[in-house]
C-alpha cells in the first residue's frame, strides 16, 4: 500500500477485495466487495442510489454522483429491475459500472498504526484484520440475497457494508456511529475544532493551533477506527439477516458471542448489547 494513495490496476483484484472509488471532486467514495468475475457487490440507499441524507447535504451529494446512462449496461443486470434490490439496496454491477469512470482503490487491513495516522482521511484502511477472501466474498454473496440493514449515510453505509463483509464486526450500540472512516471523519473534524479550542488560553499561535486541531483529529480517528472499537460485536452473516427479520439481536458479556434471545441461558447469559434493524 502506498503511503499517498492506495490505487490499483485492475490486473491485481482477487476475489474478497475491498474496493472503492472516489466520486468527483472527492467528495465521497464509493465502497464495495470485488466476488469475481468482474462482479461487484455493493450497498446502496436502494434503486442504485449511492448516498442520500434526506436532507440539504443532499444537494452537495448528489452533484457528485455519477450520472447514470439511459443504456442498460450489457455485462451486468439492471439492478432497477430487480423489486428485492429496491427493498435491501445490495445490488451487484460489473466492475465498470462501480466505478462509473472513477480510478480503483483497495482498501487496506491490519495496517499499522503509523501509517494509519499517516492517512489523513478516512475511508482507505483500518487496524482491523480481514477474514479468508472466501468468507469475504460469501458473507457479501449472502447479503445480496437477504439484504443488509437499513441505509443510513452515518451508521450504515457502504462503507460499513464493505467492512462487514471483510471483517464480521458491527457496531453494537444504538444511536452511534458505523464503523465507517468517511463518517468518522466528517464529525472528527468538527469535533477536533471544538476540542481544540480551549487550548487558545495556552496559545495564540495560529500554527500552535492548527497543529492541535490536527492532533485532536487523528486521536478521534484511531480511537474511533473499528480496529480499536469495543462497542462491536463478530456476528456470522446468517445470524445477522436472522436477527434483522426477527427484529432483534442479543450479544452476551463476550461481544465474540452470540445468542437468539429465546436460545439464552439462566442469568449468567445477560445481554449486554442489542443491535437494531
Partial sequence: MGLLSNRIGRESLK??????????????????????????????????????????????????TPKRSNTPCPVCTDETSDSSTETNGVVSSCLSCFLAGGALYRFEYAVNPALFLAKARGGTCTLAPSDPDDTVARRARYLLSNGFRCYNLFKSNCEDFAIYCKTGLLVAEQGVVGQSGQAISIIGGPLAAVVSTPFRLVTTNIYGMAVMAVGVYCASRYAADIGNRRDVVKMEVEDLTAGLASGRICAVENIAQLVAPEAEGPADATATATLAA
Fill in 15 to 64: 476475489a474478497g477485495d475491498h474496493i472503492y472509488s472516489w466520486r468527483a471532486a472527492w467528495v465521497y467514495a464509493h465502497h464495495g466487495i470485488y466476488v469475481g468475475d468482474d462482479k461487484v457487490i455493493h450497498f446502496t440507499r436502494g434503486r442504485g442510489q449511492e448516498v442520500g441524507t434526506g436532507t440539504v447535504v443532499d444537494i452537495i451529494l448528489v452533484s457528485s
